[in-house]
C-alpha cells in the first residue's frame, strides 16, 4: 500500500498576519485566541511557517503567538553574518523583549482623572475643528468593574 499526501494547491498563500518591528527587524506574526489570557509564543521549524505550528491549537482557547522566524513566511532574513543558532537566539530574545512589552503595555491602567487631563489639555493646545462654531465634546465609556460601564464626557471651554 501506497500513502500519498495531497499536495497543498499552489495558489493557496499563507496566511497573512501583522508585522512587529522590534527595533531592528520585521518580524510577520499571526495570533489567535483569548486575548486576556497569558500569551503562548509557538516556534516553527526549519522549512516551515508559523500558520502550520498554530493548526493543531485552534479553538484552544490559548492567546497564541506564532511568529514566523527570520527568512520564513513574511518576516525579514537576518543579516548574512547572524543566521547562525546564535543570530536565531539573539533574535528570539529580542521577539519575547517586544511581547513582555507590549503585554506590560497592556496592563496598564490610567486613572480617569489623568485621561480627562490629558484629553482636555489636547484640545486646549489644538482646538479641533467643530461644525457651526460648537465646542467639541468627547464622549468614552471606561468599566469600573466587571459588568458595570460608566459613560463619561469631556467638553473643552
Not at 22 to 50: K, Y
Not at 88 to 100: D, G, I, K, T, Y
Not at 120 to 125: E, I, P, Q, S, T
Request: charged residues 15%; proline residues 8%; glycine residues 10%.
Amino acid at each position: 500500500m501506497m500513502y500519498v499526501q495531497p499536495v497543498p494547491s499552489p495558489l493557496v498563500s499563507p496566511r497573512v498576519g501583522k508585522i512587529v518591528q522590534t527595533g531592528r527587524e520585521q518580524i510577520h506574526m499571526l495570533e489567535s485566541g483569548s486575548a486576556g489570557a497569558d500569551p503562548v509564543v509557538l516556534l516553527h521549524g526549519c522549512g516551515s511557517i508559523a500558520e502550520e505550528v498554530m493548526m493543531p491549537f485552534s479553538g484552544s482557547g490559548l492567546h497564541i503567538l506564532a511568529p514566523d522566524r527570520p527568512g520564513y513566511g513574511f518576516s525579514a532574513a537576518l543579516p548574512a553574518g547572524e543566521r547562525g543558532p546564535l543570530g536565531q537566539s539573539f533574535w528570539l530574545e529580542r521577539l519575547l523583549e517586544a511581547v513582555r512589552y507590549v503585554a506590560a503595555q497592556l496592563q496598564q491602567k490610567i486613572p480617569t482623572a489623568i485621561l480627562n487631563r490629558t484629553l482636555l489639555d489636547a484640545v486646549d493646545r489644538r482646538q479641533p475643528v467643530s461644525a457651526a462654531g460648537h465646542r467639541l465634546k468627547f464622549f468614552y465609556a471606561t468599566q469600573v468593574r466587571q459588568g458595570t460601564v460608566v459613560r463619561s464626557m469631556i467638553a473643552s471651554g
